[in-house]
């Protein structure tokens, strides 16, 4: 291929195709590349769906969908053991992080936490038991999104762990969270030694009581004014929750005195959060949860209403499409390893907490957070960039959520997948990586883009119901 | 004189003169002022001592004295009432803001400020009474500066009130500070009413001992690890303190429990503390002191280690000039007011606690707090402007400090005297604001540029030692 046909060098623009653009640049010929894709990957099918998609009758279902986020007001009301308040964790249950998903295809951090919540009810005294286990089929997984929790990572909640309730006031519908272990060999990463249940323990025979009568004594405690100042102080809320955790101390701490503790417990406890940078990320996420369930079920409406991943699994729900996953392999995200881990050692993408993306949060919200950017490998611009473009893909920007680095623009919440179709854009997500063996836990954090392909078959459905 | 000399309009660019300016445009002339002003505003005698300062004599003793800035290591080592640690605190005596003053010159807020400590210590029984004591000359005043203490506002510290104390772990140097109150009807602010005392004996009887006994309990606390995450959190830690109030909260609340008090007294503590954004304010403050306390009497030094107003003067004290004051008078700041207070309210700027911006915070900071705009009335490019500007009169970026939105350049630290002379920009400050009129307390927030004729006279004096 001459690159010099009329008298004077050719610059090619390639639009669309890597593989002719590359063809290009092979050739030796001065090729640019256009980032431009055909909506919906320019299939057929899909565009047909879309075009029928695109009509007031949707409009109007995503208007409801996006009132019911924009107008939820999540509140921690109390504490609960996990088997008081979702009647399927009866018996010999768990739930897990992400879609449904059966033992054999499970990821090692999530095998990993199953051991360790197997030891924590005494079920099994150590990691050689559970084949019997599973061998019997004694235990009964179920996804948390199924039953109205959430987790974070494995996100493993046993039928004697102690979550959080979170109730939307506008709605009434409540959610439930484990607590928050902090990073490193914890359950949640697929870590079970004895640090590990030891931990549970502490957090189930003290810091449960403890929570339970603060709570009780403080009353409903509004998420939101939380959320939305944290934001001013650099948190993305996903996997930076620094300002979150001290404005929730600052509420809690003035009631964790005087109930039959003693003051070295109370001092434990409130060294344990303020040691946790990511202690009030579970919470965050119930506020999603409430806020998210509140926008499901509307028929017609493509505002996505769930990203979760098992380790193995990517999974979402749409509000149109009821209780339905639609799942693709869940991506490896890239990562910035803690010292002592590399590349290979990293789990495929896992847990519920993409919840916080789903309704706004982590990614979607980077540029509140330039911090965050040194914790997941990115870079300030970078940041304002995922925010702008996450606008593309969303149905609403929140001003209850200001941030400052965009002239107190709202953030962009609500995603609706026709725009994700339409712009193959897919939502990013600041996640934490968990080591692909049982027992490791944390390697690091770091940014990934939800598969398009759950997208496409969320778009194949409405396909055969529109 | 006619615009159209040259048979099309001219447009005459202004460089320099207000004057001149204006006379243009008051003749109708087609002008545009251009921002550039002479070295030293152009005066000879200036010009000549500034030539004389740029020297290496200079530029190595301004070394030494940021060397001392930046190496400072301040901690917060223990509590003490005033007249254990202050020994000019004897008998009849108060120390204040800015720089010394008598009191017919003082402003409402500083008097109203003397009163209530009066009341406090019991030497009246309420402002009837003052003018005896005034006029038998019975009170001894000072300035806190002169004796190793800062205080916001009217800084008023009284022989028994408490205070902080503040260490250089890098020299020895300590520094006092008493408790900040909050805002509205505070001392500080020039209020003097009962629930004003009150709060003073609360802090006396309980927040004191508490206090006292927690940081024996928790060891010198680094302030510098707080205030450096703070900016990272929107804190400028002049105007907000509110990551910098959360994260001391998180460090001494743990240490609370256990002591002789009550659960009742901790949790009133602990929420006292959470109400009061601008809690740990004075702790940063005693942080400045000892630091620029460090890089103070280096011969020849003119880094500036005082930037201070008592309401009625503006004064600055500089490294190689010692001890001495250089005093212009107190401008009034551009005020955001609270509702229900206006233009004319506002009494000339007042307070120790532009020791924040001596020391690079503040103003000199607000990039990093977009937050602070919407409290002082500016925006969050002019918050950027800002920092840039201070750049140009300081002679560091410390990257101890990285600002997020400027990629995580360092703040602004260490004012040369040198610079602010030769570019005519000023330090600018972010500020509380007072009543003018005694009794009445917090009228808003603000910002004002600290006025050159202090630098002036500094310089001047300059030139008669060099």
Request: net charge neutral; aromatic share 8%.
């Amino acid at each position: 291929m001459s690159s010099s046909i009329i008298g004077k060098k050719v610059k090619v623009a390639s639009v669309g195709l890597d593989s002719f653009f590359n063809d290009l640049k092979n050739e030796g010929a001065d090729a640019v590349k256009v980032d431009w894709k055909p909506p919906a990957g320019g299939a057929p099918a899909a565009l047909k769906v879309l075009e029928d998609l695109e009509c007031e009758e949707v409009d109007e279902a995503n208007s409801k969908a996006i009132s019911a986020i924009l107008s939820a007001e999540p509140k921690f009301v109390g504490m609960a053991i996990a088997k008081e308040v979702i009647p399927e964790l009866k018996g010999m249950s768990l739930s897990h992080s992400g879609p449904p998903i059966k033992w054999e295809r499970m990821s090692g951090p999530m095998k990993g936490a199953i051991i360790g919540a197997a030891i924590y009810e005494g079920w099994i005294k150590d990691e050689s038991e559970i084949n019997e286990l599973i061998k019997g089929e004694q235990i009964k997984f179920m996804a948390d999104h199924d039953v109205s929790a959430v987790g974070p990572m494995a996100g493993v909640i046993s039928p004697d762990m102690p979550v959080y309730i979170v109730q939307n006031a506008t709605t009434g519908n409540k959610a439930y969270t484990n607590f928050n272990e902090g990073v490193g060999k914890v359950l949640r990463y697929g870590a079970y030694g004895k640090e590990v249940i030891d931990r549970l323990n502490w957090m189930k025979d003290t810091l449960y009581p403890m929570f339970k009568e603060s709570v009780s004594k403080m009353g409903p405690l509004s998420l939101k004014p939380i959320m939305s100042q944290s934001l001013q102080m650099g948190d993305e809320l996903h996997t930076r929750n620094v300002a979150s955790t001290l404005l929730f101390i600052k509420e809690i701490a003035p009631y964790m005195t005087g109930g039959g503790f003693t003051s070295s417990q109370i001092s434990q406890a409130i060294s344990f959060m303020g040691g946790n940078n990511l202690f009030f990320l579970n919470l965050a996420m119930a506020a999603g949860k409430v806020t998210m369930d509140a926008a499901s079920g509307i028929n017609k409406s493509t505002i996505v209403t769930a990203l979760t991943r098992n380790g193995t699994d990517f999974g979402i729900k749409v509000s149109g499409l009821g209780k339905e996953w639609f799942t693709a392999p869940a991506p490896v995200p890239k990562t910035l390893f803690f010292p002592g881990f590399k590349e290979g050692d990293a789990n495929p993408d896992i847990g519920d907490s993409a919840i916080m993306e789903t309704n706004g949060f982590g990614a979607f919200s980077s540029a509140a957070s330039p911090a965050v950017t040194q914790v997941v490998g990115s870079s300030v611009s970078e940041a304002i960039r995922v925010t702008r473009r996450m606008y593309e893909i969303t149905a609403a920007r929140d001003k209850s959520f200001p941030i400052p680095a965009l002239n107190f623009e709202g953030i962009p919440r609500g995603i609706d997948l026709r725009l994700v179709i339409e712009t193959s854009i897919s939502p990013t997500i600041n996640t934490g990586v968990a080591h692909r063996l049982p027992g490791m836990g944390t390697v690091g954090f770091g940014i990934v883009d939800a598969p398009l392909g759950a997208f496409d078959k969320a778009l194949q459905r409405f396909g055969q119901i529109v």
